[in-house]
């Protein structure tokens, strides 16, 4: 699997549990630590990475404090539910 690939698949599985964190809410704000805490994350560079990432999808919103918070949009929700 190439770095892509795993980046990607690491992005998806981010995404997977927010849209769980939110319960499929739109307008719900997520934790990063929580995120961080399901997905046994340590690197908040790596997580900043992909937070951007997914934010440049249009998957999520950015809340506060370099995504310390921040919201699935309803594409976001429909995209971690599918995967």
Request: no cysteine; charged share 30%; glycine share 8%.
């Given at each position: 699997?190439?770095?892509a690939?795993?980046?990607?698949?690491?992005?998806?599985?981010v995404?997977?549990v927010a849209?769980?964190e939110?319960?499929g809410?739109?307008?719900?704000?997520?934790s990063?630590?929580?995120v961080?805490?399901q997905?046994?994350?340590?690197?908040?560079?790596?997580?900043?990475?992909?937070?951007?990432?997914?934010?440049?999808q249009?998957?999520?919103?950015?809340?506060?404090?370099?995504?310390?918070?921040?919201?699935?949009?309803?594409?976001?929700?429909?995209?971690?539910?599918?995967?």
């Amino acid at each position: 699997m190439s770095e892509a690939e795993r980046a990607r698949e690491e992005a998806l599985r981010v995404l997977r549990v927010a849209v769980e964190e939110a319960r499929g809410e739109p307008g719900v704000y997520v934790s990063r630590a929580r995120v961080m805490e399901q997905t046994n994350s340590t690197d908040l560079g790596r997580f900043s990475r992909i937070a951007r990432y997914l934010a440049g999808q249009e998957l999520i919103a950015e809340g506060v404090n370099d995504y310390e918070f921040f919201e699935l949009t309803l594409k976001g929700i429909a995209a971690g539910a599918r995967y």
